[in-house]
């Protein structure tokens, strides 16, 4: 059985919004995942077939891996098209907010956001939502905005309009968002949720296929550098560091995307629950949080680096070296120690 998750008033909300309005942008964080494009694709065709103009707006570029998901072609993205982006979102009667608590997430795009005269909605996952939006669909207890994507879809009665492209995005989210269901996925809902989609006719290997089976050889070649050359181990406090400078990716030709999942590689290895991966990208550091069990990797990501997340995968930015970054990171590991000695 599927609960009632979202609170029925806030349905209500949404459905006289859509009464309202049909120029509509859906907006997500910057560096789109699997989650942000999948939610907002999902929303995207949903609207669409209900005979609304909708633009998905993005900060910057998504990964290949996402691009073969019905009506990747027809994101707009800030970087590539800003006039067009900024007229989107200005013009809009209403903008939903995907798969991020705070318009800091879009970067660029969150002047835009602040500025734009349209009614919000936002719908997400991640804990402690500003308050920026006129209706928030805020529940960090589900495992992705996908999810919620669909129960807001099926609350308004439309299951059955939902449509297999929809249907397609939205699993696509749900699934990279926890890994092809390997953690944050013992609700026996979401399992529900999938027999669902499953309804639509979505192909759920065929989905995986497309996502894990189309990285590049590159990406291959520098797994088995950073794996033999790039990970420490802090074995005492059950932790793990993967560093990655500008020339090390350049020597493998990495495309956006290609680190995807670096992260968590480390917390394969028997006893580590906290790892840490840290990679220059253009104009500053990026850093990224995964945690196993109770161990917060939103609380240290904002501590250390200003950032925030999850409470098992986590990120933040920094602006300085790469040795600054990883000093920073050691410093504040043993002030940690009796949190990383839990398993
Ligand atoms: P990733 O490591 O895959 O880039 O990000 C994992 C999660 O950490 C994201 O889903 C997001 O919730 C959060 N996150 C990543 N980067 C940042 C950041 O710079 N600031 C904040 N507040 N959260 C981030
Ligand atoms: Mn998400």
Redesign the pocket.
Known sequence: MITKIIASQKITEVEELLNKHDKIAIVTHV?P?GDAIGSSLGLYHYLNDLGNSVNVIVPNSFPDFLKWIPGARDIVDYEKYPELAQKLIAEAGLIFCLDFNTPK?TCRLAPFLEAAKGEKVLIDH?PDPADFCDVAISYPALSSTSELVFRLVCRMGDFEAMSHDSATAIYTGMMTDTGAFTYNSNSAEIYCIISELLKKGIDKDLIYSNVYHNYSEGRYRMLGFILSEKMKIYSGYNSALIWLTNEEQNRYKVKKGDTEGF?NLPLNIKGIIFSVFIREDNEMIKI??RSQGAFPSNKF?ARCYN????LN?????FYGTMDEAIAIFEKALPEYADLLKER
């Open positions: 560096s995942d997430r991640h992260a990224s949080f990501a950032g925030g997340g999850h995968a986590a990120g933040g930015e």
